[in-house]
């Protein structure tokens, strides 16, 4: 069975209410798995590294962000390479729902499907 993992993420603000950029609530990284699917119901504070800076995903209605995970640029050689983000503080509670697609534990993940 895959290990694929659906989870409501719930990020209080930490300290004083006030929106806080330098504050993270998540600490930079990127996925382990092949795709996430993640639902920010509206909310900003989702940063993904573009050419060497972290910027602010603008959250669409109705709208889900795709990140690649570690196994998907793997297979792609790191043609692909996964999407490292962060959380920061937003000053207010704030929700998000990912959708973690993942191989099984026993998955042969291949080191190149590009050839």
Known sequence: ????????????????????????????HADSGFITLLSTFGF?????????E??????????????LGEIFERITNFTLKAT?????????D?????FFLDPRSSAVIPSNILN
Do not use: E, W
């Open 44 to 52: 900003p504070g989702l940063q993904v590294l573009i050419d060497g």
């Open 1 to 28: 069975a895959p290990l694929s993992t659906f989870r409501m993420i719930h990020y209080p603000p930490r300290g004083n209410s006030a929106a806080r950029p330098d504050r993270l609530s998540t600490p930079p």
């Open 94 to 98: 704030r929700y998000s729902c990912p």
């Open 54 to 67: 972290y910027r602010f995903v603008k959250p669409l209605p109705d709208h889900l962000v795709v990140n």
């Open 84 to 92: 490292r983000h962060q959380v920061v503080d937003i000053g207010v």
